[in-house]
C-alpha cells in the first residue's frame, strides 16, 4: 500500500488514496457537456479553488471514469472538470475543518456552482457524506513522485502553499506558442499591468506559456480579483500560489 507525505506540512489525514493509474491523452483534450466547453489545464501548479463539493456512489460504481478507469466508490478518487487526470489534491472541508487527499480519474461536476464531485470514501472522510454537499478548499499537489522506504513505497508531494500571505496570481490563460501568449499578455497589459508569461515543463515534455495576472498578497484578495476576471469574461480565470 501506498503511503502519503507532505512535505513541509503535515495535516492531519486518515485516509489514503489510491495509487497512480493510467493517464491518457486524450483526458487532456478540450470536452463539451450541455453546450459548454471546457479546457483541461495542462498543469496543477499553485491551483487553488473554493466551492461546493458533492460525492457519488451506488449508481456509479463499476462504471468506467474518464481516464478508463472502474470507478470504485471506496476508493480516494475524484471528478473535477479542468485539471490533469492522476493530480492529488487537498480537500479541506471548509464546515469542520476535516482534510483527506483524492487523485483525480474522473470529469465532473456538471452542476451549476460545484467544484468536485468525491467518491464515497473521500465524503466519508470528509465527514459530508450524509449531508452530500459541502463547501471545500481544493489545494492541488501534483501527481507526487514515489520513494522507496524500509516500509515501503511513499507518493511524496510538494510544499503546500501558505494561504494566509505570499503571492498570488489569477491565471487566464496557457499556450503552447510563446509568440500567442506574448501577444495576448500585451493586450492584457492595457487593463491590467501586472501580467507575467510563466513557462512550465510537464512531466511529458510539453512546452506550455501561462499568462498570469498578479492578484495579490493574500488568497482572500486574489479570489476577489478572480471574480472580477470573471465577470469581465475570462471565465476560465483561477487563483494560483506562487
Known amino acids: 500500500m501506498l503511503a502519503l507525505i507532505l512535505v513541509g506540512c503535515a495535516p492531519r489525514l486518515s485516509y489514503i488514496p489510491s495509487p497512480p493509474g493510467p493517464k491518457p491523452p486524450a483526458t487532456q483534450r478540450p470536452y463539451t457537456v450541455n453546450g459548454k466547453t471546457y479546457y483541461p489545464l495542462p498543469s496543477s501548479k499553485g491551483f487553488v479553488e473554493e466551492g461546493l463539493a458533492s460525492w457519488y456512489g451506488p449508481g ?3 462504471r468506467r471514469t474518464a481516464n478508463g478507469e472502474r470507478y470504485d466508490m471506496y476508493q480516494f478518487t475524484a471528478a473535477h472538470k479542468v485539471l490533469p487526470m492522476n ?3 487537498l480537500v479541506t472541508n ?3 475543518g476535516r482534510q483527506t487527499i483524492v487523485r483525480i480519474n474522473d470529469r465532473g461536476p456538471f452542476v451549476k456552482g460545484r467544484i468536485i464531485d468525491l467518491s464515497y470514501a473521500a465524503a466519508r472522510a470528509l465527514g459530508m457524506h450524509r449531508q452530500g ?3 471545500v478548499r481544493l489545494v492541488a499537489l501534483g ?4 520513494i522507496k522506504t524500509a516500509r515501503g513505497p511513499k507518493i511524496v ?3 503546500i502553499p501558505d494561504l494566509t500571505r505570499g503571492r498570488f496570481y489569477v491565471q487566464v490563460g496557457a499556450f503552447r506558442s510563446l509568440k500567442n501568449a506574448r501577444r495576448f499578455s500585451r493586450q492584457l497589459r492595457r487593463l491590467y499591468p501586472r501580467v ?3 513557462r512550465y515543463r510537464r512531466p511529458d515534455g510539453q512546452i506550455f506559456y501561462r499568462v498570469q495576472i498578479f492578484a495579490a498578497t493574500s488568497y482572500k484578495a486574489a479570489k476577489r480579483f478572480e471574480a472580477v476576471l470573471e465577470a469581465a469574461g475570462f471565465s476560465g480565470a483561477f487563483v494560483v500560489a506562487r
Open 157 to 159: 508531494f510538494d510544499k
Open 60 to 62: 456509479f460504481h463499476g
Open 143 to 146: 501527481e507526487g513522485h514515489e
Open 133 to 135: 454537499v459541502a463547501r
Open 94 to 96: 471548509l464546515e469542520n
Open 196 to 198: 507575467e508569461v510563466v
Open 87 to 89: 493530480t492529488y489534491v
